[in-house]
């Protein structure tokens, strides 16, 4: 299992006060885009294919499904 899919923080616009806040997800660029949020491109991060869901977000229970193998 390969860290080789970008994954970046979701942001929106708070409705209070206009600045931008966390969605509460991180996803690929095309899920992120595809749902009208924006991309936090200083959150790239990197995670293996297995742990996105259908949906393109990273998805805590795949996680717990595929963790990864940490050479020991």
């Known amino acids: 299992m390969t860290n080789d899919t970008a994954v970046f923080d979701a942001m929106r616009p708070d409705p209070k006060n206009g600045e931008r806040e966390w969605a509460g997800r991180m996803g690929t660029r095309d899920a992120i885009r595809r749902d009208g949020l924006e991309i936090d491109t200083a959150s790239v991060a ?27």
Request: charged share 20%; glycine share 4%.
């Open 46 to 72: 990197f995670c293996p294919l297995e742990w996105i869901n259908s949906a393109g977000y990273v998805d805590i229970e795949l996680v717990r499904k595929f963790p990864l193998m940490l050479a020991q």
